[in-house]
């Protein structure tokens, strides 16, 4: 018997923990999830998927108990990021480097004078277009560069147009972006300062991937940027300024963390920090 045995020991052992980990009770909340975001596995990834899927089930009710308990003060749920380990999500979405600042710019200067009210939400002044998704790929910068502009270009035109991601990752190459493996809002604003404009999602939409040369319609252009404002690393009270008189600011925030790939409500001050993992 033992010499028709041909699985190694060691897979099928670690094999047989991930099978014995799953736990019934949740067969039809995985069905269920699977269904909601369209996930198909080959068979020998689903047994492991679903064991990622669970872990990362229970951490969020874990947290959501110790909230309803003051221990928190924002709440985590399931979505469609639920089948990815921390480090998977890190390498496919996190894509922003902090890099010297090379190029020359205009610092944001605050105003000792000026008081920023209590509240301020772009949303309902309509700058801020709906939510988007940027795939499996390392885009986030110019889903924070586009963002930034949408509300700009609001402010200037009256009209809220929703800027092409693909269209940035396609055409800043030469300032130093690398597609879907990072870049940053910077260069990404250089690009269409130097290029005289950049295009709409509508005619320039997004795909999520890096591997299409740059198709920009200089015919169809939706936004401008003539100059680019930083904000002093690490002034509060710099940005707290800028984002009260000026519109949505681009920023790149750390969230390589298991509470911000599973956010969902609530103030998230990062007082976690150290305190967790
Ligand atoms: C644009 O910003 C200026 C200055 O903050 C403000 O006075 C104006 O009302 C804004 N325009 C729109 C459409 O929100
Ligand atoms: C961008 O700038 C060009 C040239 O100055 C101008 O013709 C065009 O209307 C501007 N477009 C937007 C969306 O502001």
């Known amino acids: 018997m033992f010499r ?59 947290h959501n108990w110790e909230e309803s308990q003051g221990q928190h003060t924002f709440r985590l749920g399931m979505n469609h990021y639920g089948d990815l380990m921390d480090e998977e999500f890190n390498q496919l979405l996190n894509g922003f480097s902090p890099v010297q600042h090379e190029e020359p710019a205009l610092t944001f200067q605050a105003s000792a004078a000026q008081k920023t009210p209590a509240e301020v939400d772009w949303r309902v002044r309509g700058y801020v277009t709906p939510v988007k998704n940027q795939g499996h790929c390392g885009s986030c910068w110019a889903f924070s560069a586009t963002g930034a502009l949408e509300g700009l270009v609001f402010n200037w035109t009256g009209k809220l147009a929703v800027l092409s991601e693909q269209n940035l990752i396609d ?15 910077t260069r990404a604003f250089q690009y269409v300062h130097d290029n005289g404009g950049m295009n709409s999602e509508h005619v320039y939409p997004y795909q999520a991937t890096d591997t299409s040369s740059c198709r920009y319609n200089p015919g169809d252009r939706a936004a401008n940027c003539s100059t680019v404002w930083l904000v002093a690393q690490g002034s509060e009270a710099a940005l707290e300024q800028a984002v009260a008189t000026v519109g949505p600011v681009s920023v790149a925030v750390d969230a390589s963390s298991f509470f911000f790939h599973f956010y969902k409500s609530g103030i998230n001050s990062c007082s976690w920090r150290g305190a967790v993992r």
Do not use: F, H
Not at 17 to 22: K, T, V
Not at 171 to 185: D, E, F, I, P, T
């Open 4 to 62: 028709a045995m041909t699985v190694p020991v060691g897979l099928l052992l670690a094999l047989l923990g991930y099978i014995m980990a799953l736990d019934p009770v949740l067969e039809e909340a995985w069905e269920g999830w699977k269904s909601l975001y369209a996930k198909e596995y080959p068979a020998e990834a689903e047994v492991i998927r679903r064991e990622v899927w669970e872990k990362n089930l229970r951490r969020i009710e874990q």
């Open 171 to 185: 055409c800043s190459r030469k300032l130093g972006n690398n597609g879907c493996q990072g870049g940053y809002m």
